[in-house]
């Protein structure tokens, strides 16, 4: 009898006898795997929808995810690993996408999964009819004619993708665009099942009509109770899934939620504000903090209607020079996070941190500097500058807006008054320029510079400091066009700390408590565009 | 009587008239809407959107349309914010959820409220009085926002017995804690109610007669003072009832039940127009029946009330 038989009837055998073994073990690492292979996971809030043209939020992408599978996936890294694409060729000056799809790949139904599916979906987004909060993606894209089809001046057929044949997908593109295929993970390009859609209308993304072609069917939804998906024995790749079924709970309250999660109802939750050092003593194993392509700053008014005092550069410089952002990061946040002196954060892929100027001083050199220019400028102690800062009603923002208030009374003597919003009336006051300073943040649309530094565009309508430089535009037009587009990067970042219209203060941190036996959580993929079908539990 | 309820009848639909206008007036002039985002949308994108929903239309024409789909189809409109929603969906899956709990919760404060106040009221100043009063003035100072998550810390975590949350179908499991965080500072409230007013009646100058009779405790009690000493406390559960019934905000951000009362409080942050409506007309008439049904009780109660 050969070894690997004899291993094979011993293994066999102990399955028989435990349990514990029955469900196998994993194929590549050999762990041994848990019987039960559900994945249950605390969600904030109620998902805004699943259907993938129309999903919005976080949690709602991260269901689409699961339900449905675009041309290309993202690996634990954030690489690209091939989806429904098996692989694609573009022509010598990038305006031409010519996508292999995968021949063996089927809706849930038992239909092929097809590039007429993706034609669909495409149009689908682009449409006015459909009325996508996401139909500006089609111009993120650069696909050809995306911007007159979104107007409604061109019928969608005039959109840039076409099916060859049911496995050949073609894209034609406005301009050169070399990274492309990075678009094709996002959400909104997933493929759309036609005929579904057709029948049952604004119903069918309901469990008893949906159909879909990624790893999980949607089984049960209690709207702000429970979302539960469960094997799609029609995808492709369900061999190699492991996770059998996904269980996301709303619980709005996160202390609630750590409480459920150490009483074992959780696999996954988020650190509740302040407990990540203790946490970090008692369960050194579970807690898990990772960068995230997301930056805090603050936003200042340099519009046309702005007071005169916040157009005079050197104020906006002594502004953010005081402020200590190793005191905000290490002392009053104690998440993680990591001081910011540029727009966009370290953990972009392909981008390197200039070392602007500021960020090599002292902090003590850094006051000194700040009380150089308020007096340059006009204002010290006996003369102080009187500045309103404004935020949206959370305990972490004011704690932040406090400290930042006390930095600037102390090093600068400037009075700071304080005043929070609701939400949407901040958004509105930020957004019509009535305010001096205002909190922001901002997170990565995708994984590139570009998706922070287009806010400083004169143009952008996410630009609420409304700062206007030619040359940024120019080197930010310029860039999405190059093959190395780190040069202008580095420029943009120069200036923004020269101009300084806006006060980055950190880069957000990522962090969850995850039990010791699911395994494979991508931590290193900072967009956290995360898989079920990739995760797996081992037996402990 | 039938009089009296026609007579109420025909005021509540005014009420709810005006109830509808003021909140949809009050909504519009709030800043900000449905789609105002951290992400501006494109202006493109959001004519869109409004076109879809209906939202580029003059203000007028919005608040008829929306009436006139109410009136012919039974229809409260989309969510904003919830796509995959309708207004009645939110409510067939929500609103059978908060009465459920709401229901339970009202009718446990009432009947141990009820027996608590009483028991304190005919053995007063004994060690069941002090007890009584004790339990119900901590009871009403612990407010359910702490109660809950404590609830969840000892029985779900320390002692394992109750899952944390959900609402699964309504298992009773499930119910336990969202039952005993809704209702105790209700049933503190009726039993201290009860307990004052029951006092009150017993030293009255009719029960002096009926002891004087010779009459035994129970007939005095249960035939003649029962009756008068529920009247404040019967005008206390109509507003109670309807407490119960929409103010499980806490409940359901707690325990992750899924009833209206968090998407009622949300919808006002997201601006999600319908659903706000929608809700406030569904609440704001449960609170119209619920005062004339305590109004239909107080006169059978005490016929010296005329309807």
């Avoid at chain 1, 094979?8 to 073994?21: E, G, I, Q, R, Y």
């Avoid at chain 1, 762990?31 to 976080?58: C, G, K, N, W």
């Avoid at chain 1, 954030?78 to 022509?91: C, D, F, I, Q, R």
């Amino acid at each position: 009898m050969n070894v690997s038989i004899k291993a094979a009837l011993l293994s066999s055998a102990f399955a028989l006898a435990s349990p514990a073994l029955a469900a196998g073990t994993h194929p590549v690492t050999g762990e041994t795997l848990a019987d039960d292979q559900t994945f249950t996971y605390r969600v904030l809030d109620e998902h805004t929808s699943v259907d993938p043209q129309i999903v919005e939020d976080v949690s709602g992408s991260e269901i689409v995810r699961d339900l449905f599978e675009g041309l290309y996936n993202q690996d634990e890294k954030g690489n690209l690993v091939p989806g429904v694409a098996l692989s694609y060729e573009t022509n010598d000056d990038k305006t031409v996408y010519t996508f292999a799809l995968r021949p063996e790949a089927k809706w849930s139904d038992g239909t092929p999964v097809t590039a007429g599916d993706f034609v669909f979906a495409w149009q689908r987004l682009a449409d006015p009819a459909t009325a996508s909060e996401y139909q500006w993606y089609v111009e993120i894209m650069g696909l050809k004619n995306g911007a007159a089809v979104s107007a409604g001046d061109m019928p969608v057929e005039e959109l840039g993708v076409k099916a060859i044949d049911d496995h050949t997908l073609e894209v034609t593109l406005e301009q050169s665009l070399p990274y492309f295929a990075k678009t094709t993970t996002h959400t909104s390009t997933f493929p759309a099942p036609k005929w579904a859609i057709e029948k049952h209308g604004s119903d069918w993304i309901k469990p008893e009509n949906i159909v879909v072609n990624g790893a999980y069917k949607l089984t049960e939804h209690v709207a702000n109770e429970r979302l539960v998906r469960e094997r799609n024995e029609m995808y492709w790749d369900n061999d190699n899934t492991i996770i059998d079924k996904v269980v996301s709970l709303v619980i709005n309250d996160e202390n609630v939620a750590l409480t459920r999660y150490k009483a074992g109802e959780l696999d996954r939750t988020e650190i509740p504000a302040g407990q990540y050092p203790s946490l970090k003593e008692t369960n050194p194993d579970e807690v898990t903090v990772f960068p995230r392509l997301c930056s805090y700053y603050y936003t200042i008014n340099v519009s046309d209607n702005a007071p005169e005092f916040l157009k005079d550069v050197r104020v906006r410089q002594a502004l953010s020079y005081a402020i200590n952002r190793d005191i905000i990061t290490e002392k009053v946040l104690q998440g993680g996070q990591t001081a910011a002196y540029t727009f966009t954060p370290a953990a972009t892929a392909g981008f390197e941190v200039p070392a602007v100027d500021y960020s090599t001083w002292s902090q003590d050199e850094r006051n000194a500097k700040a009380t150089e220019l308020m007096s340059a400028a006009g204002y010290d102690k006996s003369n102080p500058l009187d500045i309103t800062l404004i935020y949206n009603t959370s305990e972490a923002h004011k704690k932040v807006a406090l400290a930042v208030s006390q930095m600037w009374k102390q090093n600068l003597g400037v009075n700071v008054t304080l005043e929070n919003q609701e939400w949407k009336t901040f958004l509105n006051t930020r957004g019509e320029q009535n305010y001096e300073v205002a909190r922001a943040g901002w997170c990565g649309d995708y994984n590139e510079a570009s998706t922070f530094l287009d806010l400083v565009q004169s143009g952008s309508g996410y630009n609420d400091a409304k700062y206007a430089n030619e040359e940024v535009d120019k080197l930010l037009a310029d860039a999405k066009t190059m093959d190395d587009p780190q040069p202008n990067y580095t420029k943009v970042e120069e200036m923004i700390a020269a101009d300084m219209p806006i006060i980055p203060i950190y880069h957000y941190a990522g962090n969850y408590m995850i039990q010791t036996d699911l395994k494979n959580w991508p931590v290193e993929n900072v967009e956290q565009n995360w898989y079920s079908k990739n995760l797996y539990k081992v037996a402990e | 009587m039938l009089n009296f309820i026609i007579r109420r009848v025909a005021v509540a639909i005014p009420t709810l008239i005006i109830l509808l206008i003021a909140s949809f007036w009050l909504m519009q002039t709030a800043p900000g809407g449905p789609f105002t985002s951290e992400r501006p949308l494109p202006p493109q994108v959001l004519a869109n959107i409004e076109a879809k929903y209906g939202l580029d239309q003059p203000i007028l024409k919005q608040l008829w349309d929306y009436v006139i789909g109410i009136i012919t189809q039974f229809d409260f409109g989309p969510s904003y914010k919830y796509k995959d929603r309708s207004v009645n969906d939110i409510i067939a899956q929500g609103f059978p959820v908060t009465l459920t709990y709401g229901i339970i919760s009202f009718v446990i404060a009432i009947v141990v409220g009820g027996i608590l106040g009483m028991s304190a009221a005919i053995r007063q100043n004994s060690m069941l009085d002090y007890f009584a009063v004790g339990v119900t003035i901590g009871a009403q100072v612990l407010p359910n926002f702490v109660m809950a998550p404590i609830l969840i810390l000892i029985f779900t975590l320390w002692l394992g017995w109750l899952p944390g949350g959900g609402w699964n179908g309504g298992q009773w499991q499930y119910l336990v804690m969202p039952v005993i965080a809704l209702s105790t500072s209700y049933m503190a409230s009726i039993a201290r109610l009860t307990r004052s007013s029951m006092l009150e009646v017993l030293r009255s100058n009719f029960i002096r007669t009926a002891r004087a009779k010779g009459l035994p405790d129970r007939t005095i009690i249960w035939r003649h003072a029962l009756k008068p000493s529920l009247l404040p406390v019967i005008s206390y559960l109509g507003p109670a009832f309807v407490g119960m019934v929409t103010g499980s905000f806490i409940i359901d951000s707690i325990f992750g039940t899924g009833g209206i009362g968090y998407f009622y409080v949300n919808s006002a942050f997201n601006r999600d127009y319908a659903v706000m409506m929608g809700l406030t007309i569904l609440l704001g008439s449960m609170t119209i029946m619920f005062n004339m049904v305590v109004d239909i009780l107080y006169a059978w109660i005490d016929p010296k009330i005329r309807l």
